[in-house]
């Protein structure tokens, strides 16, 4: 089971990045998929999810019509689309696969992860 985290980088406040995950080795379009993300001496928190329906996508209060989560089951892929980045969004953000059939912000819920990617927003 693999999955790639790309796209990060360092960008100015008010920057939109896209950040996208390349899965392999297991079930794609049976999976719910997330991004999850950690600060530096703070806890791994939920951004967004997506079942594997590709409905309901669920999202933290404090990215809300900021982020968009999409996939792509033909590439067994999982994107995060974010605008009007803010310092507090720097973080390693990683993506992450469950079983279950909801967006789960729990991440001892999923089953397996990618390796992060890190976004630094500063200006």
């Known amino acids: 089971v693999q999955l790639q985290a790309s796209g990060g980088g360092l960008v100015q406040p008010g920057a939109s990045l896209r950040l996208a995950c390349a899965t392999s080795?297991?079930?794609?379009?049976?999976?719910?998929m997330a991004w999850f993300r950690q600060a530096p001496g703070k806890e791994r928190e939920f951004v967004a999810g997506?079942?594997?329906?590709?409905?309901?996508?669920a999202y933290s209060d404090s990215v809300m019509d900021r982020f968009s989560i999409s996939r792509d089951d033909a590439e067994n892929s999982v994107y995060l689309q974010m605008h009007n980045l803010l310092p507090k969004d720097s973080a390693v953000y990683y993506c992450?696969?469950?079983?279950?059939?909801?967006?789960?912000?729990?991440?001892?819920?999923?089953?397996?992860w990618g390796q992060g990617t890190l976004v630094t927003v500063s200006s």
């Open positions: 997506i079942p594997a329906t590709g409905y309901n996508a």
């Open positions: 992450a696969a469950t079983s279950y059939i909801y967006a789960l912000r729990e991440a001892p819920a999923y089953d397996y």
């Open positions: 080795g297991f079930r794609f379009g049976d999976h719910t």
